[in-house]
């Protein structure tokens, strides 16, 4: 259901610049209308590190430090700590 939202997404603002984080398509949960940001669901972002064959904490490490902390500035994804 995940990937249909970012379908969705792309489908109805294909022209507008949003920028997508590789290999987390599946954790778009939406996007902030003002900024045109898409976002991310953090527990969902931890699964897919947990899938890629990562422990939690080290998902959760490198979540904080690879994902979230590489992206900086104005059209920086929107992280929401959901069910975490």
């Known amino acids: ?14 022209d507008v610049f949003m920028l997508q ?14 900024s045109m940001r898409l976002i991310y669901s953090v527990t969902n972002c931890i699964e897919i590190l947990i899938q890629q064959g990562l422990s939690f904490t080290e998902s959760l490490e490198q979540f904080e430090i690879n994902v979230k902390g590489s992206f900086t500035g104005e059209k920086a994804p929107i992280f929401c700590y959901d069910n975490f």
């Open 21 to 34: 984080i590789h290999g987390f398509d599946d954790a778009v949960i939406g996007y902030e209308e003002d």
């Open 1 to 14: 259901m995940l990937d249909k939202i970012l379908k969705n997404i792309s489908d109805n603002y294909g």
